[in-house]
């Protein structure tokens, strides 16, 4: 089976730094990735990580660690647009390389 | 086209009636997903296709659910009698490639399905 676990809420202030956890558990690990999702809006592409390490992009960043099934999404100086969802998305080359999607993280981002 | 394009943007259907959602995938790409969007944000993958092949199609309720990517022709993915359960958001996205090279997928708008 695959489970991806990650907090359904959490709330931040504008500027500070937020740190959103998933973990996960998979037969054949093939990648990890972020993806970020306004209300009503498809979801864009933030991230992906097939590698242990911290990959860094602008205000984002995103660790992974294989040997614990675990990764984290970092956001910096944090904006009001940042208020969104955050789903981790795990692919699985035992399964045809399919990527499976968490139920994502509700980010509130408040003045 | 450069973006993912999904037709109808909404839809509505009594139940029992049948839906018919369509995609067309970002020229070029060989590999189209099929995500089904329920409450809580949470994504249920149902079918991918390498061209006009299924891929992968283990998320698929078979019963009701079918879909097809035809040559020269938009992807579709079509629910027989549908049920109040099927409303959703149903997201295509596409890829360039659907194995180990595979770092982004590019989604849709979506198509908002509602049945009532």
């Known amino acids: 089976g695959q489970n991806i676990d990650q907090p359904t809420e959490m709330t931040a202030t504008e500027g500070a730094i937020v740190q959103i956890n998933c973990t996960y558990q998979t037969s054949g690990f093939n990648g990890l990735f972020w993806y970020q999702q306004h209300a009503g809006e498809a979801p864009t592409f933030l991230s992906y990580?097939?590698?242990?390490g911290l990959e860094e992009k602008g205000r984002f960043s995103s660790f992974l660690s294989r040997s614990k099934g675990y990764s984290y999404l970092l956001l910096k100086e944090l904006q009001m647009k940042d208020s969104a969802s955050y789903l981790c998305?795990?692919?699985?080359?035992?399964?045809?390389?399919?990527?499976?999607f968490g139920a994502g993280t509700r980010l509130f981002v408040k003045a | 086209g450069e973006e993912v394009a999904q037709t109808p943007k909404h839809l509505v259907r009594g139940e029992g009636q049948k839906a018919k959602l369509y995609c067309a995938p970002i020229k070029g790409h060989s590999y189209v997903f099929w995500y089904q969007q329920v409450l809580k944000n949470e994504f249920k993958f149902l079918i991918s296709?390498?061209?006009?092949?299924?891929?992968?199609e283990t998320g698929m309720p078979k019963e009701r659910f079918s879909a097809k990517c035809l040559p020269n022709s938009p992807c579709s993915l079509e629910i027989q009698a549908t049920k109040l359960e099927d409303s959703a958001v149903y997201f295509c996205a596409s890829s360039d490639t659907g194995g180990p090279l595979n770092t982004e997928a590019f989604f849709g708008q979506g198509t908002r399905l509602t049945v009532v």
């Open positions: 990580n097939v590698l242990d």
């Open positions: 296709f390498q061209n006009e092949n299924v891929f992968d």
């Open positions: 998305a795990v692919r699985d080359r035992a399964r045809g390389f399919k990527t499976i």
